[in-house]
């Protein structure tokens, strides 16, 4: 689960720069719904549906307004999985399987989870990738010896075969695969 933005400083001169105001005729002022933050890929600004809302003088929104990561539409999109569904999702699929071991609380977990997202894209049809909250089923990982995490470990026939620990470059990840998931099926 994405964690929530709770505060976020931005500086006044250049991050609004792109305007959030749109002059209409008549003097009047449009609002956007939300304005994106140029220096902050993955944050915009959602202003509250009134002009009162906004301070005109810095051009920064005030009250109703919030900050939004639009990363979090895209942080769950390799699925969790948990004791119940381990045996026919991993060690039952007929693809090599990828699965991070992981928590919420892991800062290097945090880092590997959009690394995981791109790789679970770009290989999909040839490689099933999960994640397993250690938190949430400490029996699997108790059962694969995973001591650390972030882990990510390359199931293939219903076996472990391989195993890397810690945030990796997506690159080591991409070795680690590539000898495992056939090319052209």
Sequence with gaps: MAGVLKTLTVPRASALQSASLAPVTGGSFSLRSSVKLAEFRGLKIHLARSSASLNLRSKLPCRGSRIVCEAQKTADEVPGIK???????????????????????????????????????????????????TDESPSIASDYGIRSIPTVLIFKNGEKKDAVIGAVPESTLTTCIEKFVQIGK
Excluded at 97 to 104: D, G, I, R, S
Excluded at 105 to 118: A, E, F, L, T
Aim: overall charge positive; aromatic content about 12%; some cysteine.
């Design 83 to 133: 004791d119940s569904a381990w045996k026919s999702l991993v060690l039952e699929s007929d693809l090599p399987v990828l699965v991070e071991f992981w928590a919420p609380w892991c800062g290097p977990c945090r880092m590997i989870h959009p690394v995981i997202d791109k790789l679970a894209k770009q290989y999909a049809g040839k490689l099933k990738c999960y994640k397993v909250n």
